[in-house]
């Protein structure tokens, strides 16, 4: 299996990094908004992409861009994030070229999923939370990543 992981930086990279585990027996290949990034995956294929948020809706559509232009060229059988914006537009992105996709919501949301966590549940074929008390038939609970 082919596995596309994808995180924004700061936290969700590192949350990302301690999935890797999960996916050890598969090919994995890893994108985020930080070239500087791909020295701490250099075993791997890393690829940088843009950064954006929802304040700024014209980087957003160019992130969306690049992002499915990565997934199409990948073709990832699996696409899983710890988000934020880079990671939702990944799994929209997977989903559409039929990838299954993964969410992993960030430890930091302690009392309600994130904003990209919530649109994922939308779409995501996985949604899973790092806080039992969030756990809901649709969000999943299996521990954390950070501990």
């Known amino acids: 299996m082919k596995v596309l992981a994808i995180a924004s930086a700061g936290g969700h990279w590192i949350q990302l990094l301690r999935l890797m585990p999960a996916f050890e027996q598969h090919e994995i ?6 070239q500087s990034f791909s020295e701490t995956v250099s075993s791997y294929k890393f690829y940088a992409v843009p950064d954006a948020n929802r304040w700024n809706k014209f980087k957003l559509i160019y992130m969306g861009a690049a992002i499915s232009r990565l997934v ?3 073709k990832p059988d699996i696409v899983v994030t710890t988000g934020a914006a880079p990671g ?3 799994l929209l992105a997977g989903k559409l070229f039929g990838a299954k996709t993964i969410w992993v919501d960030s430890i930091a949301n302690v009392e309600k999923l ?5 649109l994922a549940l939308l779409f995501a074929d996985r949604t899973y939370t790092q806080w039992e008390g ?9 521990g954390n990543v950070l501990s």
């Open 134 to 142: 969030l756990a809901t038939p649709k969000v999943h609970y299996h």
């Open 114 to 118: 994130s904003l990209s966590g919530r």
């Open 72 to 74: 199409l060229a990948v």
């Open 88 to 90: 939702l537009m990944g």
């Open 29 to 34: 290949i890893f994108a985020s908004t930080r």
